[in-house]
């Protein structure tokens, strides 16, 4: 699980963007990190959790099977993310 330590800043990453709450935030540190992240890289799928999440762009909602956890329900949007101090922004790609 990444804690929201992957590096994400400048421009970020663009692309398709999901997004849900994180059932386990109790077990992070100190219970802060609320929102899961998925973001498609030329690794595959990864995900990062961050404090809070801001989205400025138009979101959709979307049902996706996830490897080893399943099927998973998600917002999800297209945009750049990038993180700042633990939250998480998505903005336009243009």
């Not at 992070?28 to 762009?57: F, H």
Request: a negative charge.
């Amino acid at each position: 699980m990444n804690l929201g330590l992957m590096k994400v800043g400048g421009d970020g990453l663009a692309g398709l963007i999901r997004y849900r709450y994180n059932t386990k935030a109790d077990q992070t540190p100190n219970g802060e990190w609320k929102w899961r992240v998925v973001l498609e890289t030329d690794n595959g799928l990864e995900e990062v959790l961050v404090k809070s999440l801001v989205v400025n762009v138009a979101s959709f909602s979307r049902e996706d099977d996830m490897p080893v956890v399943g099927r998973k329900y998600h917002m999800a949007c297209h945009g750049r993310f990038r993180i700042e101090d633990g939250v998480g922004v998505i903005d336009p790609a243009n």
